[in-house]
Structure formats: structure tokens, C-alpha cells
């Protein structure tokens, strides 16, 4: 009932900068929050950011300073605008949302993923 679609990801050497994208569409009520979760090679998948629909926002420590997190609300559309990339920061980048349809509760939606690889 709900798609999250990715886009932007890539490589880029390191002190370089992308742009990730995501849109939530589908029979959407409302939006509690939306944001990004990251899965490098053989690690878990962590927090890197989240936006809430008070825009209220909450970053990983590894990327503050660096990484910035916005919303379009008319697209149902979170963005992450990442800078001053390091190889640390090479994983698969999903996108997440809490999300209430006219069906159901809030849910807990994934995007299917996007590479992120910061190399020289």
C-alpha cells in the first residue's frame, strides 16, 4: 500500500557530495516521520537521520555536521544532502518512513536500497 523509491546514490571520491532522494507514494494518511538508515558489508543497519512531520530532526553522531535532512511535504519526498564524504560512509542507504494509510495504523515502510561508495 506504500512504496518508498530511492534515488541518488553513486560513487564519488572522498570530500565529495551526493544527494539522496526519496518518495513515498501509495494510500497515504499521514506521515510520522520519514528518514535514512545505512547497512555497510557485514555491519547492522544504523540510523543516519530522521525527520519528523514537526520537523523536528535527529542525526547519527558520525555524520552531524556533515549530512543534512529535509522534506518536501507536498512530494511526500525526504532528502538527504550528504557532504564532506568519507570512505566510512560507503554502505547501502535505505530509505525508512512510519507511515499511516487510510487502512491501517502507522506501519513501518522500507526502500528497497541504494549504494552509496565513497573511493578514490
Known amino acids: 500500500q506504500v512504496q518508498l523509491v530511492e534515488s541518488g546514490g553513486g560513487l564519488v571520491q572522498p570530500g565529495g557530495s551526493l544527494r539522496l532522494s526519496c518518495a513515498a507514494s501509495?494510500?497515504?494518511?499521514?506521515?510520522?516521520?520519514m528518514g535514512w538508515y545505512r547497512q555497510a558489508t557485514g555491519k547492522q543497519r544504523d540510523l543516519v537521520a530522521l525527520i519528523s512531520s514537526g520537523d523536528s530532526t535527529n542525526y547519527a553522531d558520525s555524520v552531524k555536521g556533515r549530512f543534512t535532512i529535509s522534506k518536501d511535504n507536498a512530494k511526500n519526498t525526504v532528502y538527504l544532502q550528504m557532504n564532506s564524504l568519507i570512505p566510512d560512509d560507503t554502505a547501502v542507504y535505505y530509505c525508512y518512513g512510519q507511515i499511516r494509510t487510510v487502512s491501517l495504523g502507522y506501519q513501518i515502510y522500507w526502500g528497497q536500497g541504494t549504494q552509496v561508495t565513497v573511493s578514490s
Open positions: 501509495g494510500t497515504i494518511a499521514s506521515i510520522y516521520n
